[in-house]
């Protein structure tokens, strides 16, 4: 029976580990190294047997013993000898899957208006999630509000050992330091990554929201394992609108920050005429719009959230008026789509953000919208897995995906910085037995 080793550190050596500020540059890619495609074979058809994973991830069974062996030291993975072929002799006969349930890792989405805290496992299941909002003080009490609601919310873990920590933010992101300029919560150069693992004493990766909700959809939308050379365009849309390309396997990020979309032309005289993208079908926009077709009542303008709900809730309750401001922005971002589509022609064209999500009645809209605008072969859209989650598996995948392109090295990295006691880990082990 397989198990890590208890390791016990000083209090001193503990408090200097937790002072390390450890900011990873988010791994946002299908990684072909061998321990990473044996773990994802396990993640994606666990139980499973060595021989097996060989065929799937095409790895020669020697490689695949030794990648094994490293992720059940790792702690990653853990045997299952119950489920064992009779008769068969031999411990590469065992089954092994995730060994889930001792750890979890943190995403934080900060969005403009709110905060989402996320829990998730090795799987990229969400455990649990909440959410606050977005602090709109001076930059330097914002990031640290925020840290300390996350080490807060760690609080409630006492079973699960937390590894690493993904932030999901608008804006231009630097990966490589996780300092951040966001215009709109008026923060330039924030170093939300360094005061995240100050505060929390945990590796940290920092992603654009966009690039992250891609890589949410290339990483944990996957169903089967198969390499992936195609081209994919995602589209987000909610209080702010992004893309994001994948080309590859691979999110591309740019060194010098994600590209906008803001700013595209887009004409609607019901949704304000502004003549761009962002300012015509943000969520702000169309609560803008209700309000003078006296759809909503005036009201606090930092509602806007409540706002869109009393709005779907009228169009879904028969009011024509509704849904025509809402068809009409499912207008403008499928023309939006289209003439993305036509500028960079991807394989696959995905849509997320609750713009398109939390109103599927209007999606027929969107499609007739990039019908008619796009003048390539038609191309069907696809609607995020992630419905109205979207935005906790983009910051879950960028808490993982560092644990994912290369499990063995991002283990031992999360675990010498939470520096304090390995859990044992054997077959059979609950999360009851993992309490920190």
């Known amino acids: 029976m397989r198990s890590t080793t208890l390791t016990v550190h000083s209090h001193s050596h503990t408090s200097q580990l937790r002072s390390r500020r450890r900011v990873i540059a988010p791994s946002l890619h299908l990684s072909d190294a061998a321990a ?6 396990v993640r994606l058809r666990g139980p499973i047997g060595r021989d097996v994973i060989a065929t799937v991830t095409s790895l020669s069974i020697a490689t695949v013993n030794r990648q094994v062996i490293a992720l059940l030291d790792a702690g990653v993975l853990r045997e299952r000898a119950d489920l064992a072929v009779a008769g068969a002799i031999g411990r ?6 995730v060994n889930h349930e001792p750890f979890l890792t943190l995403g934080i989405h900060i969005g403009t208006r709110t905060t989402s805290i996320v829990a998730t496992d090795l799987f990229g299941r969400t455990l649990d999630a909440v959410e606050t909002p977005t602090p709109f003080n001076a930059q330097g009490s914002a ?10 919310y760690l609080r409630r873990w006492h079973r699960r050992r937390p590894l690493w920590v993904g932030v999901a933010i608008g804006g231009a992101v630097d990966g490589a330091t996780g300092h951040v300029d966001h215009p709109r919560l008026g923060w330039k150069q924030a170093p939300i990554g360094p005061v995240v693992s100050d505060a929390l004493g945990l590796p940290v990766s920092v992603a654009s929201h966009v690039d992250a909700m891609a890589g949410a959809e290339l990483l944990l939308g996957m169903r089967r394992f198969a390499p992936n050379a195609s081209t994919s ?12 390309l994948v080309i590859g396997g691979r999110v591309h990020s740019p060194a010098s920050g994600p590209g906008t979309i803001a700013y595209l ?6 949704l304000g005429g502004s003549g761009q993208l962002e300012s015509t079908v943000s969520d702000e926009a169309v609560v803008a719009a209700a309000r003078r077709l006296r759809l909503l009542p005036a009201g606090n303008r930092n509602n806007t959230s409540t706002a869109i709900t009393e709005l779907l809730r009228s169009a879904r309750g028969g009011n024509e008026h509704a849904r025509e401001l809402l068809g009409e922005r499912a207008r403008v971002l499928g023309e939006s789509v289209a003439l993305l589509r036509d500028l960079l022609n991807p394989d696959e064209l995905v849509v997320g953000g609750q713009a398109f999500t939390e109103y599927p009645e209007a999606m027929a809209g969107v499609e007739a919208g990039f019908a008619a605008r796009s003048v390539l072969p038609p191309r069907d859209i696809r609607v995020t897995v992630f419905g109205n989650r979207v935005q906790e598996a983009g910051a879950g995948i960028v808490s993982l995906g560092g644990l994912y392109a290369d499990p063995v090295g991002g283990m031992r990295r999360a675990l010498d910085t939470t520096g304090t006691v390995r859990p044992t880990l054997t077959v059979g082990t609950t999360a009851a037995d993992a309490s920190a």
């Open 36 to 41: 990473a495609s044996v773990f994802r074979a």
């Open 143 to 152: 990031m640290a509000s925020l840290a300390e609601g996350a080490r807060r």
């Open 233 to 244: 365009l995602y589209v987000y849309a909610r209080e702010t609108v992004g893309y994001a």
């Open 265 to 270: 032309p887009a004409q609607s005289e019901l």
């Open 92 to 97: 590469p006969r065992v089954p092994v899957e």
